[in-house]
């Protein structure tokens, strides 16, 4: 047994070599690699000791990173680490601290994706697709034609 629990550490452990991860991400992982569960809980009672974890840094990160990169709804990044595992409490309380003005957030996606060439029913389907409801996506691109016209 200290054998596969020192196995499941380095499995463990090269899963956030590359990224930080939710202590459900790195459960997860281990579940699929086929461990037992008694090894799972001291694998992950002893990465917690060392201090691999931090869901809520973990969720003001990415979802800086999401708005930034991709321009997510914070209603998207909200889903996207509550599927991390992420509960519920860390996760409003991250998303509040994250300066977040939705305008600015469109304007730097439309500005990226539109060349002039793209229809208006393509952007509002990107908007959807990042997350915005439909009418305020639909309204956000007919403002920004308007300003990009004039």
């Known amino acids: 047994m200290p054998e596969r629990k020192s196995i499941a550490k380095k499995v463990a452990l090269r899963y956030l070599k590359y990224r930080p991860r ?3 991400e790195v459960k997860r992982r281990l579940i699929r690699q086929g461990f037992e569960e008694e090894v799972i809980v001291d694998t992950l009672v ?4 060392e ?3 931090d ?6 990160e990415w979802a800086e990173e999401r708005l930034r990169t991709r321009g997510l709804s914070l209603a998207s990044i909200h889903r996207e680490l509550r599927r991390k595992g992420i509960l519920e409490e860390v ?5 509040s601290e994250v300066v977040y003005n939705e305008k600015e957030v469109v304007w ?5 994706k539109d060349k002039g060439e793209k229809d ?3 952007l509002v389907s990107l908007l959807v697709r990042r997350g915005y409801p439909y009418e305020k996506a639909r309204d956000y ?3 920004w034609r308007t300003k990009e016209e004039s």
């Open 22 to 24: 939710s202590r459900e």
């Open 46 to 49: 002893e990465l917690e000791k």
């Open 51 to 53: 201090g691999w974890f």
């Open 55 to 60: 869901d809520f840094r973990l969720a003001k």
């Open 91 to 95: 996760i409003e309380q991250a998303l």
């Open 108 to 112: 730097a996606l439309l500005h990226k």
């Open 120 to 122: 208006e029913a393509y």
């Open 141 to 143: 691109v007919r403002v």
